[in-house]
């Protein structure tokens, strides 16, 4: 079955409520096209765990601005004034979570562990109600795995099994977030026959991947 | 010489050759055009590779940016990966020197600089991996606030970025080293006496043994 779609069926997958991962740093590696049209379906009440909202005008931050996320699991904020603003009002949940950790909480997700350790906000507000756990008489925190419905991928080149390469910064949690979800959607700025890719050069395994549009 | 180019340059002067750093995003970031001859140094990314430049006379690449969306470049030699590696670099102690702006900074060595409660909240993003896994951890700002009150306390009163993580504090006023015994004063920037490093921070100042002039030109 050929992994290779349109966007209005990919994204049949994202529904009302549903936890959705979207790579990119600051808009960096964020699949615009799928963002674009996600904002078009108007999809409500989502659940985005990325590594911050971007910009109101670029990737994440136009959900943010049309007002269909009610969770961000996020490290940062500080770039888009719609989500500080949604916040401050009580409409849009933020969770704060150090880039690390929340890059190895996906990571956990998608490798089946039951979390991590990390010494990351120890004697922070982020320690606040979370388990210290001794090892070796250094204290880490005990940090949770999280998954997600959907993923949302960008990529530079896909094979048509869903081989993946990246591009420069655009990787960053790209990788990640196409191990921790139900359905892996990429949006992928060229897309090969399978074979075309050699093997070594794979960043993300084919098998991670549902869906394919083209970037 | 102004209060920003004071600090890069002495920033600048922290650096051994080869060392891996990370680099904030302001005045920890103008450390890089200062420096000393014989010293190179990786730059890391948070957002993902080693061997940050700036931009050089080519078109930007939009998916080579530095962790504040900047467009960067990346020297011959450098290697880009996911957030889980470059965390891994951060968290691991493979980062030798990691140099961050702050709101407040106390003589325990604790930093804030990820929120003033109510008002600015824009996240911690890499800041508290990094100032819990580099080896030296440098505190690089202007001493005082725009309207001169202290940065420097006795104790932190916003919400910690990390506890106890804070080596060295280089200001345009002076140098601090956290000790056990209080803030070390090492440095004085150039015209600038004791007194008026006193004045400027509510931190315990303890003068150092071999206290000098901070050595920039």
Known sequence: MSKITTIEKALEFVQDNMTVMIGGFLGVGTPERLVDALVKKGTKNLTCIANDTAMPDKGIGKLVVSRQLKNAVVSHIGTNPETGRQMNIGELE?????????????????????????????????????????????????????????????????????????????????????????????????????GQIDPDQVMTPGIFVDWIIKG | MDAKTIIAKRVAQEFEDGDVVNLGIGIPTLAADFLPT????????????????????????????????????????????????????????????????????????????????????????????????????????????????????????????GKGVVNYIITNLCVFEVTPAGLLLLETAPGVTVDEVRTNTEAKVVIGPQMCIMPIV
């Open chain 1, 94 to 194: 933020v969770e704060l979570i150090p880039q690390g950790t929340l890059a190895e909480q996906i990571r956990a997700g998608g490798a089946g562990l039951g979390g991590i350790l990390t010494p990351t906000g120890l004697g922070t507000i982020v320690a606040e109600g979370k388990e210290i756990i001794k090892v070796n008489e250094s204290e880490f925190l005990l940090e949770k795995p999280l998954k997600a419905d959907v993923a949302l991928i960008k990529a530079h080149i896909a094979d048509t099994d869903g081989n993946l390469i990246f591009y420069r910064s655009a990787r960053n949690f790209n990788p990640l977030m196409a191990m921790a979800a139900k359905v892996v959607i990429v949006e992928a700025e060229n897309i090969v026959e399978k």
């Open chain 2, 38 to 161: 014989g010293v190179s140094v990786i730059l890391q990314s948070e957002n993902g590779f080693l061997g940050l430049a700036p931009l050089d006379d080519l078109v930007a690449d939009v998916d080579l940016v530095n962790a504040g969306a900047k467009p960067v470049s990346i020297i011959p030699g450098g290697a880009v990966f996911d957030s889980a590696m470059s965390f891994a670099i951060i968290r691991g102690g493979h980062v030798d020197v990691t140099v961050l702006g702050a709101l407040e900074v106390d003589q325990e060595g604790n930093l804030a600089n990820w929120m003033v409660p109510g008002k600015m909240v824009p996240g911690m993003g890499g800041a508290m991996d990094l100032v819990s896994g580099a080896k030296k951890v440098i505190v690089a700002m202007e001493h005082t606030t725009k309207d001169g009150k202290p940065k420097i306390f006795k104790k932190c009163t916003l919400p910690l970025t």
